[in-house]
């Protein structure tokens, strides 16, 4: 048994989302001619499957295009910030709010867009135009809806950041989001031009830095609104255009999860998670990192999984099944986020649940797929005396040497599969 450094093959899972809502945020640039209509597909999709949509649109590179079309000079900027007076809101501002507008309505028809009257603020002291949202008037009903970045003050009309409207919707009492999606260009947070697939809460600061990894000026002010937001709505994905299906329809997402740690749970498998799991281990079962198991022994690991969840998205799982003599085996451990805290979380429930049973021992199996490799032997071996585990070595040196052990490891076909023993017991 070992823990992947790959996700699993895609696995379609719109059935734990079904007639739960997502909040979208797309910027301008994510709403170009050429993304607008593979958006559009993307969340008519999700609506086809019983998904609520609010999507939230901002337009900022179109502001900039229609104050360009009429004016020589580059719109006037503060601090390197475009600001909004009564010039950049008539030739900017509601010029380029109507053209995605009535854009996004041609290509999604099934989404009303909220009229700005919709949106009430106040202003942005010292931003000219700019309106921050104190309540959302006259909608009962915001799923399947849409909401742009212009707003009112007093029945004048303000420029509004996307961000801030997200901010609001997601702090409003009334709204019940499952999780808040954000559009971006690079589709998450980079580590070495690598997309970093989880982040944890404890490791985003107030002001959107990160414990481990430089983030640019643009994506740090994403994760302080990230960080914000956690709380109130427990995970925020970033990802792309392209890959929002895919952040729905495959259980580890595309783009960055992150995540309040507060509100990660972990308990049985619930019966909407098993397909989820028979995933996971049919694809660790072909690339050689799970045993196979026969019916019988895989519905028993399944009877006795538990699985680390944020709301409805899976994070992790382990199986703890009783065996002969006081033993208990840890099997079927999985994640597909390693090197982000998720699996401290996983050994921490996992410990616990040794801990307060009747078992004297916990043993764990993990299997090199190449059993030259030094490299990899010697990070597992890490990882699971980082658990608090006793490394014994290759099964097959041992099983006939340690005295005690339960008739699954005595009776193990090593000659088909020799695994590195891991043993953890409660009076060491």
Not at 201 to 215: F, L, M, P, R, T
Not at 238 to 249: D, G, N
Not at 387 to 393: I, S
Not at 401 to 416: F, H, I
């Amino acid at each position: 048994m070992s823990i992947s450094k790959e996700p699993p093959s895609a696995l379609a899972y719109t059935d734990l989302y079904k007639g739960k809502s997502l909040l979208i945020k797309a910027s301008g640039k994510e709403l170009s001619a050429e993304k607008l209509p593979i958006l559009a597909e993307g969340i008519r999709n999700l609506i086809r499957n019983g998904i609520h949509i609010v999507l939230v649109f901002g337009g900022g590179q179109q502001i900039d295009q229609e104050w360009d079309a009429r004016h020589d000079q580059a719109r006037p900027k503060v601090d390197g910030v475009g600001i909004t007076n009564d010039e950049v809101l008539r030739d900017g501002v509601l010029p380029a709010y109507e053209t995605l507008r009535n854009a996004i309505q041609k290509a999604i028809p099934e989404v009303e867009i909220l009229p700005p009257s919709t949106l009430q603020c106040t202003l942005d002291e010292g931003k000219g135009l700019v309106g921050l949202p104190v309540c959302f008037a006259g909608v009962d009903d915001i799923r399947n809806k849409a909401i742009g970045f212009v707003g009112e003050v007093g029945g004048q009309q303000v420029n509004v950041n996307a961000d801030n409207i997200v901010e609001a919707l997601v702090s409003d009492s009334k709204s019940d989001f499952n999780e808040v999606i954000m559009l971006t260009e690079t589709g998450g947070v980079l580590k070495d031009h690598k997309l970093v697939p989880l982040i944890l809460s404890e490791d985003i600061a107030q002001d959107g830095s990160h414990s481990i990894i430089k983030v640019t000026s643009g994506m740090k002010k994403k994760l302080a609104s990230v960080k914000k937001m956690l709380p109130l709505i427990g995970k925020v994905a970033m990802t792309s255009v392209a890959k929002l299906l895919q952040e729905i329809e495959e259980w580890k997402g595309s783009g960055t999860l992150s995540v309040d740690t507060n509100q990660v749970e972990c308990t049985s498998i619930l019966p909407e998670e098993e397909e989820v799991v028979r995933s996971v281990y049919r694809e660790y079962v072909e690339r050689g990192i799970f045993r196979p198991r026969n019916d019988e022994q895989f519905q028993e690991v399944l009877d006795h999984h538990s699985i680390l969840r944020i709301k409805n998205s899976p994070l992790g799982g382990f199986s703890l099944i009783g065996r002969e003599h006081g033993w208990m085996e840890l099997a079927m451990l999985w994640s597909g986020y390693l090197g982000n805290g998720v699996g401290e979380l996983l050994a921490s429930n996992w410990r616990n649940q040794f801990e307060t049973s009747d078992a004297e021992a916990l043993f764990a199996l993990s299997t090199l797929i190449d059993p030259d490799d030094l490299d990899e032997q010697h990070k597992i071996v890490n990882r699971f005396t980082g658990y608090g585990m006793q490394h014994h070595g290759l099964l097959s040196d041992v099983k006939h040497v340690l005295t005690g052990l339960p008739d699954e490891l005595v009776q193990y076909d090593t000659d088909k599969r020799n695994p590195h023993l891991f043993v953890l017991k409660k009076n060491e």
